[in-house]
């Protein structure tokens, strides 16, 4: 059964930055690419970011792109997300998902995922 278990969220001040984890179980990680997604208070989930399956190659929304990173530690069946100079509107819950299909690309389309973490709240104050 693939599991994936978000950690590292929390409350940090406007301009501060945090490090999520998203470690996987269940199946071999490093064939799929993850996404990471987010869900704002009212609004509907949003893309944010997808890493390649290799680490290669990764995608942001513009949102946040220049400010948050993705990278992977296949050894450790773990993907990051970097987030730096954090904003308010960055506040939500955090979500990462695999790709069903090995050896493809991440897409920002949520359908496209099949396993899903339970998510980590991210609190930015101003």
């Known amino acids: 059964q693939v599991q994936l278990v978000e950690s590292g969220g929390g409350l940090v001040q406007a301009g501060g930055s945090l490090r999520l984890s998203c470690a996987a179980s269940?199946?071999?990680?490093?064939?799929?690419?993850m996404g990471w997604f987010r869900q704002a208070p009212g609004k509907e989930r949003e893309f944010v970011g997808t890493i390649s399956w290799s680490g290669t190659s990764t995608y942001f929304a513009d949102s946040v792109k220049g400010r948050f990173t993705i990278s992977r530690d296949n050894a450790k069946n773990t993907v990051y997300l970097q987030m730096n100079r954090l904003k308010p509107e960055d506040t939500a819950v955090y979500y990462c998902?695999?790709?069903?299909?090995?050896?493809?690309?991440?897409?920002?389309?949520?359908?496209?995922?099949?396993?899903w973490g339970q998510g980590t709240q991210v609190t930015v104050s101003s």
């Open positions: 269940g199946r071999t990680f490093s064939i799929y690419s």
């Open positions: 998902a695999t790709r069903p299909i090995p050896y493809s690309r991440g897409t920002a389309d949520e359908n496209d995922y099949d396993y």
